[in-house]
């Protein structure tokens, strides 16, 4: 993330620079609706720029607004220090997207940005603001975007809600977990975020949506093993237990499964053994699970920590994470297995007590 460590120069000056220039945009705006109505983005933008010029003869600001263009952020820099973001709109709102969260094309030595918003609609308006009071949520397109809001009120700011001050945010070297982890607290049961943090230790999403029955079985195998892994819950009688599961399946691996409840309960019941002794009519969902139970392990095994703990909501950690996915499995599941709890039986199998065999499952 860049930084500049200048001196803030001339604010009191530039605040009058800025005045100055939206008076002069709205002279032309009253003048000559009919042009400026023409106007989009892309040649919006050096108007502007012509304005900020006339405007800064004379002022420490003289010969130094630069109109960047591109993919750079911000659009217009003045002294290297200031920066204006210019957006335009031809609906009659005051909203839209705005610049990505990483900011990733972010300008050296820019540090005080400002959003200068218009709306080309009749009537004409024009609003300017500093770039971090008009941020209102994040939303994602193909990463995450703030959302502009020109009327924001303050104390309202994404910044205001996640508590972390934007020049604070900014500067981070993973700037979307505060933003991932204040969005984590306003879901509702069943509910998950489809964009996660992108880290190193998280696995790539694909890029083609691919149907479930079109899977080969070794691919439907390895699913069920990482679902059994990262998403217990399904065991349980929650109505919602299903939802988290979906959701993953199509933002983390690009598959969609109308019937996902047949993923694991396809063929009714079926049968186990737990030493000698079997036991029947057992929920086919069990018998996957102690079928594939070292399948299961070696994904939770090269799964972080934490993002086993953001799939069981729940703290857990290298040293524990085995031992904290039995114990929550056992808790989901508390169904009588030939006298035994589905704990006891996959501590069992863990310590090396039972051998448990089945038949393939393969719905």
Known sequence: MIVSVNPEPERS????????????LGKLAASSPKSMLKLDGRNFEPLVK?????????TPFED????????KFPDIIAKKFYGIEVKTTKQNHWRTTGNSVFEGTRIDGVERIFMLFAKLFDPIELKCRPYEEVLSEVVVTHSPRYLIDMNLTAGHTVFDKIQVPYDTLRKMDNPIRPIVDYYRTKLSPGEDLW???QSADDPASNLIIRIWANLSRLEREELRDKAMAYFPVQLSKQPTKYSRMAIWLVTREGIVCPNIRDMFSAGGKGSIYVGDAAITQVPRIIVHLLNRLPAIREQIEKTPAPQLSEFWEIPTSEATKWQDWMKLTGTYFQEDLGGKSLHEILMEKDEGFSTLTSPPFHP
């Open 64 to 71: 130094s607004i630069k109109l960047v263009g591109g993919q």
């Open 13 to 24: 000056q530039f605040d009058s620079l800025l005045s100055l220039t939206m008076d002069e």
């Open 50 to 58: 012509e304005v900020l010029e006339a405007a800064a003869k004379g």
């Open 195 to 197: 964009w996660m943090d």
